[in-house]
């Protein structure tokens, strides 16, 4: 995953929710398994 796309995405998440859900779930779940708190 790269942290750049990451922000790139939740930079726009307001504007296309929709596109970056996925992206963002998985994110999440790979930073979770790495033990890394999430701000989302």
């Given at each position: 995953?790269?942290?750049?796309?990451?922000?790139?995405?939740?930079?726009?998440?307001?504007?296309?929710?929709?596109?970056?859900r996925?992206?963002?779930?998985?994110?999440?779940?790979?930073?979770?398994?790495?033990?890394?708190?999430?701000?989302?």
């Amino acid at each position: 995953m790269e942290n750049e796309e990451l922000m790139n995405c939740m930079s726009t998440l307001t504007e296309k929710p929709e596109k970056c859900r996925q992206l963002l779930c998985k994110a999440k779940t790979v930073l979770t398994k790495k033990k890394i708190q999430v701000p989302f």
